[in-house]
């Protein structure tokens, strides 16, 4: 799957927030995300990830 930073992401489930909608802010093994809605940023492994992304909308490269 092709991620790069700037993308935005649609997740099969909600930050505890409720957004469903994460910007990538880091790519490598794992991803660093930040939640639209509140600002949160975590690490999660990018395994873990793929198979929670419902969408992806590709930034300006």
């Known amino acids: 799957m092709e991620i790069y930073v700037g993308d ?3 997740m099969k489930k909600n ?3 409720g957004s469903n909608t994460m910007k ?3 790519v490598g093994a794992d991803f660093r995300l930040e939640c639209e ?3 949160h940023v975590f690490m999660i492994a990018r ?3 793929e ?3 419902k969408s ?3 930034g300006d490269k």
């Open 51 to 53: 198979k929670n992304i």
């Open 8 to 10: 935005m992401l649609h």
């Open 37 to 39: 809605k509140c600002g």
């Open 15 to 17: 930050h505890v927030c």
């Open 24 to 26: 990538v802010l880091r």
């Open 56 to 58: 992806v909308q590709h």
């Open 47 to 49: 395994s873990k990830c």
